[in-house]
């Protein structure tokens, strides 16, 4: 009775998993399933760098110098030749997996399994129409490759959902590993796909900067992941595979295209498709490998239940008279042991973290005790996590009140009169604007550091700062020298000392008198709101950027002239990049139109800036970057003589 018990209860175990994986038939097909899907991933990545090339050389020969240059008319028909190819092999793919689940039981698959590649086959339903763009004149790059990158996303949840299809802790951990290197694989490839259309195309279209950048720091992040979820041997077969010729080269031409302008971009992309095809390759090497793993643990997992049931059998047959005494020392041992995890359990529940049940023996039992020792450490360690995510909640409140107070409260001065405020997207923004004082001196500060969060405000403190030293040192100083001094500090702090690659766009305004202001450094164009007109006009300042190189030999200067009741606008990127729900930009025409209507209806700078966020907040309905603007009104000749007398009563 006691081999019939055993060999009944590893039977169960073994259809208890085949019930599991009943959708598919076996494990190896869970194996199968996964390495379609994989390669259906792989086959769409290819699809859309062809694509997107494809259509950076349609905007190449229609547009700008290259404008119906040969060669690159030719380079256009190869890669939608190379295009087409790639659609036939996805197709081709596709296929291959619609037979495979044709003869298989989705209905019963896990819920999220199910959901996953039903929006998948959803999405994919669409592909022949968004393919057809191929054939338009002026494509969108960006709307293409967001709907690959949903079908990618929607591929990559069902193979995180085949984990649901067994609860092998060895199979689970590779599963886990091919996700977290799929996330970073789609990631490279979307990088991959948008440097292919920036070179195709010669220029760097409207927001594909910011994704490049976004994707660089994506790719950080999934590496992280993927180091943590992966076991060691993995982690050791990655680096094997990932060798640095792979990944320099990739790693060596992204700085130099981020760091190049429009019209230094005259390469073409073959070399940046090469160094970025040797890459994924690999990384797909690498998936395949971990496929062969998974199907070799899978055909050993299934000799191994095999044979335990034939064992169990044997041993029911041939030894019942021995194991009636044998089930009698079982049944106290596993009662015993019971008793035993009883007691921890109640422990457990009194508060006592620190209790460990006994795993001594490598049995059921002791997979159980050490499943629930798992469970105690990891309340334990979620325990101290809450307390440190409540500690640093509070930091950045505390952060946020920081950056807040660096804000000018009511600055006053003779001749002007101010009005600003600055939303960050996050609890800690990178935006900034300051006004400096000191009877008749006066600057003016703005700026934006790139990124988000506490790095980001970081800089924006010391950068503000700096301006403010170099104020109170010299408020006469030239505003040329002033930016140079600035850049060294920050350049030093943020490469040496935070070891980051930061950098900010950012203007320094200094006041020369008579409402005139020159005017330094690169950020969006400045705004001025005629009283004489009741029109906007935009002053173009060019200049560098701070934080980028150590020295900067040239740095431009512009003039703005502001007449009485003139007033000057300063602002970030964040309002008039704000999207509605068509990824419309509010742009700075609506920004003029509603600071000229706000102006000539009230008058005042305070009401126009609350209606100036009013109107890009009922534009948008979202808020995904920092909002940073400043108002600054040049009074009339009796108001700055009001201002003065009060401002010389106040310092009596």
């Not at 998993?17 to 598919?24: F, G, W």
């Not at 600055?422 to 935006?431: F, I, S, W, Y």
């Not at 126009?608 to 966020?613: F, R, S």
Request: charged share 25%.
């Amino acid at each position: 009775m006691g081999a019939v018990i055993l060999s009944a209860q590893i039977t169960t175990q073994a259809i208890d998993q085949m019930k599991l994986a009943r959708s598919l038939g076996s494990i190896e097909s869970l194996v199968e399933l996964s390495q379609h899907t994989t390669e259906l991933i792989h086959d769409l990545e290819l699809e859309r760098t062809n694509l997107c090339l494809a259509t950076g050389y349609r905007v190449a020969v229609t547009s700008g110098d290259r404008k119906e240059a040969p060669e690159f008319v030719k380079a256009q028909q190869d890669a939608l030749a190379q295009t087409r190819i790639a659609i036939a092999g996805t197709d081709e793919r596709l296929l291959q997996l619609n037979k495979f689940l044709a003869v298989r039981d989705a209905a019963a698959l896990p819920k999220k399994l199910a959901n996953s590649l039903h929006e998948a086959e959803r999405q994919l339903a669409s592909i022949s129409a968004v393919r057809q763009q191929l054939d338009q004149q002026a494509p969108d790059w960006d709307a293409l490759s967001s709907y690959y990158e949903r079908v990618i996303r929607m591929l990559m949840g069902t193979v995180a959902g085949l984990a649901e299809l067994t609860n092998d802790g060895e199979l689970l951990r590779i599963l886990n590993a091919l996700v977290a290197i799929l996330e970073l694989e789609s990631s490279a490839s979307a990088e991959h796909a948008l440097m292919a259309h920036v070179l195709a195309a010669g220029e760097f279209r409207p927001g594909s900067y910011r994704k490049l950048v976004t994707l660089s720091a994506e790719q950080e992040l999934y590496q992280d992941v993927f180091s943590t979820v992966s076991a060691y041997e993995v982690k050791r077969l990655f680096d094997e595979f990932m060798q640095p010729r792979y990944r320099d080269p990739v790693i060596a031409m992204r700085r130099v295209l981020m760091a190049a302008a429009d019209d230094d971009l005259t390469e073409r992309p073959e070399a940046w498709l090469e160094v970025g095809r040797m890459r994924l390759e690999m990384m797909a090497a690498f998936e395949q490998r971990l496929h062969v793993n998974s199907a070799q643990f899978a055909a050993q997992k299934q000799k191994k239940t095999q044979r335990a049931v034939s064992v169990s059998a044997a041993l029911a047959s041939g030894t019942v008279l021995f194991n009636l005494i044998l089930a009698g020392m079982l049944a106290r041992g596993i009662t015993r042991r019971l008793s035993h995890m009883r007691d921890v359990v109640e422990k457990v529940g009194d508060g006592n973290l620190t209790v460990r049940a006994d795993v001594s023996q490598r049995d059921e039992l002791g997979k159980l005790g050490e499943a629930f020792n798992t469970m105690v450490r990891e309340i334990s360690e979620s325990r101290l996590a809450l307390n440190t995510q409540a500690r640093m909640a509070r930091d950045l409140e505390i952060a946020t009140e920081i950056q807040r107070s660096m804000l000018p409260k009511s600055p006053t001065h003779p001749e002007f009169e101010f009005a600003g405020n600055m939303v960050p997207a996050d609890e800690v923004g990178g935006d900034f604007y300051d006004v400096l004082t000191d009877g008749e001196a006066l600057w003016l500060t703005v700026g934006d550091v790139c990124g988000h969060g506490i790095g980001s405000g970081l800089v924006m403190v010391m950068t503000q700062v700096a301006f403010a030293s170099s104020f109170i040192q010299d408020s006469t100083a030239n505003p040329v020298q002033v930016w140079q001094c600035v850049n060294r500090l920050l350049f030093d702090s943020i490469r040496n000392r935070l070891n980051d690659d930061r950098y900010v766009t950012a203007q320094l305004l200094t006041h020369q008198g008579d409402g005139r202001f020159l005017c330094v450094g690169a950020h969006q164009w400045p705004i001025v709101y005629r009283a004489q007109t009741g029109l906007c006009e935009t002053f173009e300042s060019t200049g560098p950027w701070l934080g980028l190189a150590p020295e900067q030999a040239f740095v431009p200067s512009s003039e703005i002239l502001l007449g009485p009741g003139d007033v000057l606008c300063l602002y970030s990127d964040g309002l008039p990049e704000s999207q509605d729900a068509n990824e419309e930009l509010f742009d700075v025409e609506r920004m003029q139109a509603t600071l000229a209507e706000s102006m000539r209806r009230h008058g005042s700078v305070q009401q126009a800036v609350t209606d100036l966020y009013a109107a890009v907040t009922a534009f948008s309905g979202r808020h995904d970057d920092d909002w940073t603007l400043l108002l600054v009104r040049r009074r009339d000749s009796e108001s700055c003589g009001l201002s003065r007398l009060e401002l010389a009563r106040s310092d009596s």
